[in-house]
T-cell receptor
Framework: QKEVEQNSGPLSVPEGAIASLNCTYS??????FFWYRQYSGKSPELIMS????GDKEDGRFTAQLNKASQYVSLLIRDSQPSDSATYLC????????????FGQGTTLQVKP | NAGVTQTPKFRILKIGQSMTLQCTQD?????MYWYRQDPGMGLKLIYY???????DKGEVPNGYNVSRSTTEDFPLRLELAAPSQTSVYFC????????????FGPGTRLTVT
C-alpha cells in the first residue's frame, strides 16, 4: 500500500514566523510532489509543485524535496493569519495516469 | 475560463435513492478524477479517466459508477445511496504530460439519511 504521511497537527505559529510542514512517502518511484492549501469548507488549491531534488521558491513559499529520504516539506515565511488552513501533501507515482495519493493534511494556525 | 465546475453544491438523499453528480471542465484536460473527502481526512480517489471513453477504478469505487463520453464532462453516479456515502465529493482535472497538476472543482456536499 503506497502511503503519504503527514502530521495532522494543529501546527500553531505566531504571525511573522516560519511555518514548516512535512510529508513522507513510501513509493521510491514517485515522480511529482504537490502541496495543496484547503480552507475550511473549500476545495484544495494547488500552491506548489516540485519534481527534482532541492528547493523551489515561490514568493513566501518554499518546497523542499529529498528523494533519497523520501521526504518533502513546505516552508511558509512571514506567516500570516490568512495562511491558516489545512495543507495537503500529494504524491504522483511512476504511472502515467496522473493519479495522486494524498496525505491526511496538516492544519496550520497562525496566531496574530 | 470557468475551470472545473460541479453541480449541485449540496444534496440530501434518502437511503436507497440514486443521483448523478455533474463535473465539467473547460481547460481541455485529458485526465479527470473523482475524490471523496470525509471529515478530517485526506482525499480518496473513487474513479479516474485518462480520456473520453476510458475510465478506471480508484481506491474506493464501490457504490459508484462513471462515464466519460466527452473530454469536458465526467459525471459520477451513485446507485442505492447509503449513509457511508455521506461525504464531500471533489472533481479534478489535469493535462496529460510530465507534470499532471490537478485542479479541483468547488465540491458537492452530500448527506445520505
Amino acid at each position: 500500500q503506497k502511503e503519504v504521511e503527514q502530521n495532522s497537527g494543529p501546527l500553531s505559529v505566531p504571525e511573522g514566523a516560519i511555518a514548516s510542514l512535512n510529508c513522507t512517502y513510501s513509493d521510491r518511484g514517485s515522480q511529482s510532489f504537490f502541496w495543496y492549501r484547503q480552507y475550511s469548507g473549500k476545495s484544495p488549491e494547488l500552491i506548489m509543485s516540485i519534481y527534482s531534488n532541492g528547493d523551489k521558491e515561490d514568493g513566501r513559499f518554499t518546497a523542499q524535496l529529498n528523494k533519497a529520504s523520501q521526504y518533502v516539506s513546505l516552508l511558509i515565511r512571514d506567516s500570516q493569519p490568512s495562511d491558516s488552513a489545512t495543507y495537503l501533501c500529494a504524491v504522483r507515482g511512476s504511472s502515467n495516469t496522473g493519479k495522486l495519493i494524498f496525505g491526511q493534511g496538516t492544519t496550520l494556525q497562525v496566531k496574530p | 475560463n470557468a475551470g472545473v465546475t460541479q453541480t449541485p453544491k449540496f444534496r440530501i438523499l434518502k437511503i436507497g435513492q440514486s443521483m448523478t453528480l455533474q463535473c465539467t471542465q473547460d481547460m481541455n484536460h485529458n485526465y479527470m478524477y473523482w475524490y471523496r473527502q470525509d471529515p478530517g481526512m485526506g482525499l480518496k480517489l473513487i474513479y479516474y479517466s485518462v480520456g473520453a471513453g476510458i475510465t478506471d477504478k480508484g481506491e474506493v469505487p464501490n457504490g459508484y459508477n462513471v462515464s466519460r463520453s466527452t473530454t469536458e464532462d465526467f459525471p459520477l453516479r451513485l446507485e442505492l445511496a447509503a449513509p457511508s456515502q455521506t461525504s464531500v465529493y471533489f472533481c479534478a482535472s489535469s493535462p496529460a504530460g510530465v507534470n499532471y497538476e490537478q485542479y479541483f472543482g468547488p465540491g458537492t456536499r452530500l448527506t445520505v439519511t
